[in-house]
Every structure is written in structure tokens, then in C-alpha cells.
């Protein structure tokens, strides 16, 4: 046999330097130093050091940026001074906590009448174009003279780890993006995101019950038809004190770990996607490569997408893959579908010089929408004769099941079943025979029973009797994101007295976090877990009647969740 596995050759090394995690939060939102925290007489809430406070305690909030609209006059503002600037830099720096929760501090450029809104992260200084009289002096370290993109998007290029997510994209805004303009090369180094959902900007809902808001999809689908390499976010746009508490729907970004340079990279990387649901978690990667990845590959694409969400009845109603071709002006279209499955594995067939993109939309039984950033790929001129026809995994209790079929085998001693938490450093797993010499279908499978805790990349590495080697394409698989399996409270009702109990992977120290139905931490406390069962007697004479949230963690990862009744 040709020391290549043909047909499903790998000619991309994945880029990931360690496992990803999930994140979930927002970026998009305002307090006093603008126009936002409108009812801080009230709450006593007003600074953006109140506002990460704030978003700490609310349920599923790891991070939060303040995004303060960038000029003081406007119909809706008194708004931002540029004094006011590097304070917010500073409190976000002194809020941060690497591990536990990221504090992120930017503006929001532009206006609506003038194109539209953008959302800057990075920048030393605050953009803008005002000149004001009282105080008198110029509002803004850098000029840029309003509505003006053309200017705008060089001068946020030429700092680094900067990035731009586009807001509330309504029809008209950035004709420049969106509209019959040309393509923007200097636009498209910039901008990440564009919103998928803004708001609502103005409720005062404090306990996750607002409907999910306006939707704009048509922007995000227009962008990558033009060729712009985005990904689609979840804005909140708070102007009330409510950072993460009006509803369920986030950003949620895959990133090494909950640390502001990994989340930073993981935007400027357009490493995530847009979710309803405040836990739900999609991997989906195309031949090995995450979300927001542009890569060059030899082979067909492999596309596999796994969605897990800890919440009971939030099971998947329908997966969808979209796929377009970059800079065509047409939109995306569904390549393929199934209802009913919380995995997705297939195999489009390209040509020579194609290019495509893919994205995911998974909706759930509840309605609640998730939307993937694409992976776009670049089909290269290695054409080969195709032997293995197929290689797919997924994710049973405790293991994680590979199946794979070839179509002919020359030579062929073996396969070296290999597992990667990173999609580089690999490791052989399993060794499974092969048939030698065969024109027949063949079907194999094993079984991974120890996969790694998240994302699992496996390839198959083919050996001849010659001792020549040749590697499959990697596929991902995520598994077992519940560190701490079959989490109850008992007994549920609760009256003064109750017991959490659940199954731990392993030993590990846990934070215990008790919320109210509004977000708001009320108890919490360190335990230390052991391997295998564990129960951890509470005292709940404190709280009040209602209904709670429990959350176990360690830094960079919830460990598991559950919810009771305090009567």
C-alpha cells in the first residue's frame, strides 16, 4: 500500500496550543461612563468595576467586556468623556481574575445615523471626533472624523490584539461591509464577529426571563458571502444593571483557558459562537480544525459537530450544515441535516481549487439557536485514488466509539489508532489489524474507554508491511463535559437542612456556589471531592423560600450544576 491513506489525507497541522474549554459571556454593554447603569441611584451600581461585580455573580458569566459608547453627544447620551477612558481600562485590569472570571474594558464607535456601530476592543485610547465646550477640549486621543470607516479601520489595524465585532447590524448599517462596496481587505484583519442577537439593550429584567431578542441573521450570512472570515456573537447591550441577567442567550468563546490573553486570542481567532443557551456546547471542526480556522487540505472535507447541554430536556431537535463559497455574493446554503441527534459527522466531496465554508445552526427542542463561526477551507492540488472511505467517532457513556471503512487495502498491516487533547501531540491508543490485500468494503471500530475530559482529536495512523506509515484526517469528539456526574440535592424540596451529592471523576478541591433565581450569590464554600461518590451535607437555614442554583467549580471550569427548591 502507498505510504499515504488515500482519499482522506491530512495536509493541515491544527493550531491549538492546548485543550479548549468553554466560555460563556458577553461584550457588548455600557454602565455610568457612558450612558448605561440608568438606574444606579436605585441599585447602587454605577461603575464598570460594579458592573464585572455584578456579571460575576450572575449565572453562566465568565467573563463580561464594557463596550461605553465612544462620544458624549446624542439623543440618547449624555455619554462617554475621554477622561473617563483609561479609568475603565484600569478597573477592568484591577477587576480581572484570571481563572475565575475576565474583566475587559473597549468602546463602541460610530453612530446609527452614520453607519452603524462598532465594538473595539484593544485600543490604548478612545477613538472619536468631538470637540466639546464644557469642559472645553478635544474627546478623544485618536481622530477620526465621524461615519468615516474608511479612516476608522486602518487606524484600529495598526494597534495590536485589537478587534472589532459588528452591533446590532439593522439594514443600511455598514455599507461598507454589507452593502455594494468592494471587499475590504483592512476591514476583514479587524472585525471577528458580527451580532447575531443585540439586547434587549433597555430591559431591567433581572432574572433570565426575557425572550431572545431581535435576530440578524441576514448580516452574518451576507458577510461571508462577500468574504468576510467572521464569526456570529450574542450581544446584551445592558444600559440598565442587569450584565447577564436579562436572558439566557451568550457568546460563548473556546479558549486554553479563563484567562483574558486566551479569551482575546480566541476572538481575534473568531473561536466562537452565538447560543440562546446559556450552557449549551458545540464542538465542530472541519478535517481537525476548530471553528474559525481557514486551512488548506489535500482531502475532502471530514465535518463533525457534537453539541452537549447539561440541562435536562435541552435535547437537540435538528443540526444543520451550511456551506457556502467565500466572496460568491451568494448566501450560504444547508449541505445536510439530521433531527433528533446531538452529533453530526459528514463528508463533503470537493475538487481541485475548490473553496468553501461551513458553518453549523443546531436548534433545540426549546427553539433556542446556536450558530457556529465557519471553518473555510482551501482544496489544494494533491489528488489521490480513495481507499479509506470513512472515519467517524462518537461519544458513548464512559467511552468513545471509532468506526472506520476502507474501500481497498494494498499491503496493509495495520491501523495505529492515535488520541490528541490538542489536535498536535498524539499518542497510539490502539492497534487494529488490517486485511492486507482486499477490493472489498471493510468495516472497522474500537473503543477509546479512557478519553480525555472535552474535546478528544483522534486520527488513524495506516502501517504497511513495509513498515511504511501514512495518517488519516483528524475528527473531534467531546466527551463527558461533567466532571462531577448525577449532581442532586436531597431532599428536593429543601427545608433548613439538605445534602449535594454526586460522582467525581477524580479528587480535586471544589468551590461550591449557591444562587438565587436572580443571579445573586447567597452561599459558598470550598469542599474537597474524592473518586467516586460524594456527599456534602448543607445547612440552608439562611435562604429564603424559593428556587436555587448550585454550581460546582475549580478555576478555568464549571465542574457540574444542579438546581433545588428551598421551602
Not at 228 to 257: C, E, K
Not at 439 to 449: A, E, W
Amino acid at each position: 500500500m502507498r505510504n499515504v491513506i488515500t482519499g482522506l489525507l491530512l495536509l493541515v497541522s491544527v493550531s491549538s496550543s492546548g485543550q479548549y474549554n468553554f466560555y460563556f459571556g458577553n461584550i457588548h454593554s455600557h454602565t455610568e461612563y457612558s450612558d448605561g447603569n440608568k438606574d444606579s441611584a436605585t441599585t447602587g451600581f454605577s461603575k464598570p468595576a460594579d458592573a464585572y461585580r455584578f456579571a460575576k455573580s450572575s449565572y453562566h458569566m465568565d467573563f463580561l467586556g464594557v463596550s461605553e459608547h465612544n462620544h458624549f453627544t446624542a439623543t440618547h447620551n449624555p455619554g462617554m468623556r475621554r477622561a473617563a477612558y483609561p479609568l475603565g481600562l484600569y478597573q477592568a485590569d484591577t477587576s480581572n481574575d484570571n481563572g475565575n472570571f475576565v474583566s475587559m474594558y473597549g468602546f463602541e464607535w460610530g453612530t446609527i445615523s452614520g453607519g452603524g456601530h462598532v465594538v473595539v476592543y484593544g485600543m490604548p485610547g478612545l477613538v472619536g471626533w468631538e470637540v466639546l465646550t464644557n469642559p472645553p477640549g478635544d474627546n478623544y486621543d485618536i481622530y477620526c472624523n465621524k461615519g468615516d470607516f474608511t479612516n476608522f479601520w486602518p487606524i484600529i489595524q495598526s494597534y495590536p490584539n485589537t478587534f472589532c465585532t459588528l452591533a446590532h447590524p439593522q439594514t443600511g448599517d455598514f455599507g461598507d461591509i454589507l452593502g455594494a462596496a468592494a471587499y475590504n481587505t483592512m476591514a476583514d484583519s479587524v472585525i471577528v464577529g458580527t451580532s447575531m442577537r443585540s439586547g434587549s439593550a433597555f430591559s431591567t429584567t433581572t432574572d433570565y426571563s426575557d425572550p431572545v431578542p431581535t435576530l440578524y441573521e441576514s448580516a452574518y450570512l451576507k458577510a461571508l458571502a462577500r468574504g468576510y472570515r467572521l464569526g456570529p456573537t450574542m450581544d446584551h447591550d445592558n444600559h440598565y444593571t442587569t450584565f447577564g441577567r436579562t436572558g439566557q442567550t451568550r457568546t460563548v468563546v473556546l479558549a486554553t483557558s479563563l484567562h483574558r490573553d486566551s479569551i482575546i486570542a480566541a476572538y481575534r481567532a473568531s473561536r466562537f459562537y452565538a447560543s440562546d443557551d446559556w450552557n449549551t456546547e458545540v464542538s465542530f471542526s472541519v478535517n481537525g480544525a476548530a471553528m474559525g480556522s481557514a486551512i488548506n487540505t489535500g482531502t475532502n472535507s471530514s465535518i463533525s459537530i457534537s453539541v452537549n447541554d447539561p440541562d435536562a430536556g435541552d435535547n437537540v431537535n435538528r443540526i444543520q450544515l451550511y456551506y457556502g463559497v467565500p466572496g460568491s455574493g451568494t448566501n450560504a446554503t444547508v449541505l445536510t441535516s439530521n433531527t433528533g441527534s446531538s452529533t453530526l459527522n459528514f463528508i463533503h466531496t470537493t475538487a481541485l481549487n475548490n473553496q468553501f465554508y461551513y458553518f453549523a445552526r443546531i436548534t433545540q427542542v426549546d427553539g433556542h439557536i446556536i450558530w457556529t463561526s465557519p471553518v473555510w477551507i482551501n482544496r489544494t492540488s494533491i489528488t489521490l485514488p480513495v481507499s479509506l472511505t470513512r472515519f467517524s467517532g462518537k461519544a458513548l457513556a464512559g467511552s468513545v466509539l471509532l468506526e472506520w471503512q476502507t474501500a481497498q487495502e494494498l499491503n496493509n498491516d495495520r491501523f495505529e489508532v492515535e488520541r490528541s487533547a490538542n489536535g498536535r501531540d498524539f499518542e497510539t491508543i490502539a492497534t487494529v489489524p488490517g486485511r492486507n490485500n482486499t477490493n472489498r468494503l471493510t468495516d472497522y471500530s474500537t473503543t477509546d474507554n479512557t478519553p480525555i475530559r472535552g474535546t478528544n482529536f483522534y486520527r488513524l495512523k495506516q502501517v504497511d508491511r513495509d513498515g511504511q506509515t501514512g495518517y488519516s484526517n483528524i475528527i473531534a469528539i467531546n466527551f463527558d463535559n461533567d466532571f462531577v456526574k448525577g449532581l442532586k440535592m436531597s431532599p428536593n424540596p429543601a427545608g433548613n437542612y439538605a445534602t449535594l451529592s454526586g460522582f467525581s471523576v477524580m479528587a480535586t478541591i471544589a468551590v461550591l456556589k449557591i444562587y438565587d433565581s436572580e443571579g445573586r450569590e447567597v452561599m459558598a464554600g470550598k469542599y474537597s471531592l474524592i473518586p467516586g461518590s460524594n456527599n456534602i451535607p448543607l445547612t440552608l437555614g439562611n435562604l429564603a423560600p424559593g428556587r436555587y442554583f448550585v454550581v460546582l467549580s475549580r478555576p478555568n471550569e464549571r465542574l457540574g450544576e444542579t438546581g433545588f427548591v428551598k421551602y
